[in-house]
């Protein structure tokens, strides 16, 4: 593997942390109990910042500042199109600051500090002038009813929504969770990740200097099963948006039906197929398969992690995948051309390599990798799997880091059958120059998002979600503003009896 030692020197600006307490009703705040945690640099697990954690009682703070917020403040009274200068505002903000918070991502999550300053800061930034574009956008119907009737439908905000995030892209999560719910006047608590809470508190302080008034937007750092458990079991709590693993999904929704019914949204697991056929350019399949499963420490719910390809081009297939795996650039996430930094944390670092033992014993071939990278930080070698079978426990379940399975195929009817085949159904892909194939697939296939010819293209007008247990609901686009309305009918009689 290449290491970033001849590379550059670090290209990101120098960062401190700035906030770590609670941010609750417009004021950052230590938490009710006074503990702390602390967040690590995944680069050497060394501490950042100690951090204020949030457990119950700082969820019922907050969740009491949001429902004054929204019962009493000004922000869904405000006209829309006020709501939306300030999400603007806020976005101009935030990309002022592009860089200073993208080092600050790359040190409390371990990303390349150039995808997220290239690509995930500008990405946020966009996200919110698409919410802003939305705020007074957003309007009801009148439908025609039988009999002497008007009947007007309103979309009103559903009230104080809370929002638990993961690590894996701490600044895009809030995006895709606050843009919609700001957008249609609803008030915030949202838990971040208890290994990536730095960056939220960044923005969140530009959005009040941006002018969004105290208790629209609450954030409590906390762990799940503390604060993230209380959160979605308030009773005063309107909606729950949760994003993270299947399992802990299963869990808050029951913890909202047990309590107040809240309707739910999921972003959960994945274990996406990418379908190469034979006809494909096989130097662009290799590279798009290894961004597909690589990207982001393949740290990725939708990351391609079972790779099928035609057995006429699986050999070199294999051959090249290996190469490209070998030449990928691992190291300091603030270097220069540096293509993959840390795992997040020891817990997720040990997991893979479990499951990289996992399939050296079911006998599929470690064509590559398969060890830590280095001997300090959570750093895993790119690694590739072939002859890989679709029982093996690295073909089932969700890996979460950079281990690649490849998987052969003779048939498409046959790979259509088998990349089907499993709880998950969050995305693929199809690699084709034949456009009856890439139709056929795209159509057969279970799953909430299907690329064609290429992969993680992401845009905020583009729905997100899964199928099966990949989730519930859809995030981004149009879509998105639904989970966080409610729908009204106003039914009037045309004349007075
Ligand atoms: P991971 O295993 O990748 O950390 P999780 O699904 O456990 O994924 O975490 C995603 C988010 O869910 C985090 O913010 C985490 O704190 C939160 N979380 C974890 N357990 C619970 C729980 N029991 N109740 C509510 N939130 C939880």
Redesign the pocket.
């Known amino acids: 593997f290449s290491t970033s030692a001849s590379l550059e020197e670090p290209i990101a600006p120098a960062v401190e942390v700035q906030h770590s307490k609670l941010l609750i009703n417009g004021k950052f705040v230590d938490s009710a109990s006074g503990k702390t945690f602390p967040t690590l640099d995944p680069r050497n697990g060394e501490v950042i910042a100690h951090v204020a954690e949030g457990d119950a009682e700082d969820i019922d703070r907050a969740v009491l500042a949001a429902r004054k917020a929204f019962d009493e403040g000004p922000w869904p009274r405000m006209s829309a199109y006020e709501r939306s200068r300030i999400i603007l505002k806020f976005a101009d903000l935030v990309e002022k600051h592009n860089d200073e918070l993208a080092a600050l991502e790359t040190w409390d999550n371990g990303k390349p500090y150039e995808q997220a300053a290239k690509s995930e800061v500008p990405m946020f930034v966009r996200l919110f002038h698409y919410y802003a574009g939305w705020a007074d956008k957003i309007h009801g119907l009148t439908v025609p009813a039988d009999g002497p009737h008007q009947v007007q439908v309103l979309h009103e905000p559903i009230g104080v929504a809370g929002q ?4 894996n892209f701490p600044l895009l999560m809030f995006a895709w969770k606050v843009g919609p719910a700001l957008a249609c006047g609803n008030t915030i608590v949202l ?4 290994q990536t809470p730095l960056t939220a508190l960044y923005v969140a302080k530009l959005f009040h200097e941006a002018g969004l008034p105290p208790g629209v937007l609450n954030i409590v750092s906390g ?3 503390t604060a ?2 209380a ?2 079991s308030h009773m005063d709590v309107d909606k729950l948006a ?4 299947t ?3 299963k ?2 929704l029951e ?1 909202a039906a047990k309590s107040n019914l809240k309707p739910v949204t999921l972003e959960l697991g994945g274990k996406s197929p990418f379908i190469i056929c034979e006809d494909a350019d096989i130097d662009k399949a290799v590279e798009l398969a290894h961004f597909a499963l690589f990207f982001n420490q393949g740290q990725c719910c939708c990351a391609a992690s079972r790779t099928f390809v035609h057995e006429r081009v699986y050999d070199e297939f294999v051959e090249k995948a290996k190469a490209r795996a070998m030449k990928r650039v691992v190291g300091d996430p603030y270097k220069k051309g540096v293509e993959q930094g840390p795992q997040i944390d020891s817990e997720q670092f040990n997991k893979v390599l479990k499951y990289i033992k996992s399939g050296v014993e079911s006998n599929a071939t470690l064509e590559c990798g398969g060890e830590r990278f280095g001997s300090k930080g959570y750093f895993i070698q790119p690694t590739v799997f072939s002859n890989v079978q679709d029982n093996m426990l690295i073909a089932e379940d969700e890996i ?1 880091g950079p281990v690649q399975t490849i998987l052969k195929f003779n048939d498409i009817n046959e790979v259509i059958q088998r990349a089907n085949k499993t709880r998950y159904g969050l995305a693929a892909g199809v690699f084709t120059r034949n456009i009856d194939t890439a139709n056929t697939v795209s159509r057969a296939l279970k799953a909430g998002t299907v690329w064609v010819n290429c992969f993680d293209v992401f845009d905020a007008a583009i729905p997100f979600g899964g199928y099966k247990m990949s989730g519930i609901g859809r995030e981004k686009g149009i879509y998105s503003l639904n989970n966080y309305l409610q729908v009204k009918a106003v039914v009037t009689p045309l004349k007075n009896a």
């Open positions: 638990i995030i993961p690590w838990k971040t990740a208890e762990f799940g099963p993230g458990a959160l979605a949760f994003t993270g693993s399992e802990t999904g869990v808050v913890l979460f």
